[in-house]
């Protein structure tokens, strides 16, 4: 895809602040609010910008218990796994991926209780490895132009 310097400045600054206005986009990069507002739709048309979000503090909502939980779910349990598991509000991510555990959510909770009786649901469906979270200085990267 032939994106050039600034539609990557623009995904820059919307991965760090995705209310920015068109306004202060185009101070940044030195072009017009519409110049930049149909930079910005061409993005989004071609999928490369998919969506806005906010980031939230679980901790402040009761939620102070946050963990990795690893998962290597059976192969016929697979299709339950997704449909009981995943949807459940304690996941806010889950990845299937490569390696002896195909599943990694990350569950909050709002104590070591309400994670272990996650984690007991869980294991109906194959072993599990729990980490709990202590920090996380880099909750979402940012996607940046690579050279080559």
């Known amino acids: 895809m032939d994106l050039d310097d600034v539609d990557w400045k623009l995904l820059e600054l919307l991965q760090a602040n995705g209310r920015m206005t068109f ?4 101070k940044r990069v030195s ?3 519409p110049a930049v507002t149909e930079r910005v739709r061409r993005l989004e048309d071609r999928g490369v910008i998919t969506g806005y ?3 939230i503090d679980c901790g402040k909502l009761g939620l102070p218990i946050e963990a990795i939980v690893r998962v290597r779910v059976r192969s016929l349990d697979g ?4 449909a009981t598991i995943i949807p459940l509000p304690e996941v ?3 990845d299937h991926v490569t390696g002896d555990e195909c599943w990694i959510l990350r569950v909050v909770c709002s104590s070591t209780g309400e994670l272990e009786q996650f984690v007991e649901r869980a294991q109906r469906y ?3 490895s729990t980490s709990l979270v ?3 200085p880099l909750r979402q990267g940012t996607i940046t132009r690579r050279h080559p």
């Not at 299709?79 to 997704?82: S, V």
């Open 23 to 26: 306004t202060e986009l185009g």
């Open 31 to 33: 072009l017009s609010a």
């Open 53 to 55: 979000s906010a980031r």
């Open 79 to 82: 299709p339950r796994f997704r």
């Open 92 to 94: 806010i991510s889950a």
């Open 126 to 128: 194959g072993e599990t």
């Open 134 to 136: 202590f920090s996380s």
